[in-house]
C-alpha cells in the first residue's frame, strides 16, 4: 500500500496549491479519503474529506470556501486544491486513506487505515 503525495512547496500568502496524493496497493474507490495537516507543536487536524463514492465532502469549518478536495477514482488520486493561502496554513499535509469494517465473501474484514509520508507546504513573504 502506498500513499504518494505532491504538490507542497513554497507559496507567498493569497496564492495557491493543488495537492495530489496517489494511491496505489488498495481498492481507492472503496475509501474515503481525506487530507490532514500538521503544523509546527500543533495536533494533527482533518482538513478535507471525500467519501468513498466521491458524493459528499465535508471540510473544517474554519477552511470552507478556501480548500477544495475532490478525487478522481480512475487514476487513484485523490486532490485537495488550495486558494488565498494564509501563513496560517503552513503545514505538512497528510494524505489518509480510511475503509470501516465490512463483510467479505470470506467474512468481516476488518476497519482499514493508510497514510501518506506528508508534503509540506509553507506560506510566508
Known amino acids: 500500500v502506498q500513499l504518494v503525495e505532491s504538490g507542497g512547496g513554497l507559496v507567498q500568502p493569497g496564492g495557491s496549491l493543488r495537492l495530489s496524493c496517489a494511491a496505489s496497493g488498495f481498492t481507492f474507490s472503496s475509501y474515503a479519503m481525506s487530507w490532514y495537516r500538521q503544523a509546527p507543536g500543533k495536533e494533527r487536524e482533518v482538513v478535507a474529506t471525500?467519501?468513498?463514492?466521491?458524493?459528499?465532502?465535508n471540510y473544517a469549518d474554519s477552511l470552507k470556501g478556501r480548500f477544495t478536495i475532490s478525487r478522481d477514482n480512475s487514476k487513484n488520486t485523490v486532490y485537495l486544491q488550495m486558494n488565498s493561502l494564509q501563513p496560517e496554513d503552513t503545514a505538512v499535509y497528510y494524505c489518509?486513506?480510511?475503509?470501516?469494517?465490512?463483510?467479505?465473501?470470506?467474512?468481516?474484514?476488518?476497519?482499514?487505515?493508510?497514510w501518506g509520508q506528508g508534503t509540506q507546504v509553507t506560506v510566508s513573504s
Open positions: 471525500s467519501t468513498s463514492g466521491g458524493g459528499r465532502t
Open positions: 489518509n486513506a480510511k475503509r470501516t469494517a465490512y463483510w467479505s465473501g470470506s467474512g468481516l474484514v476488518g476497519p482499514k487505515e493508510y
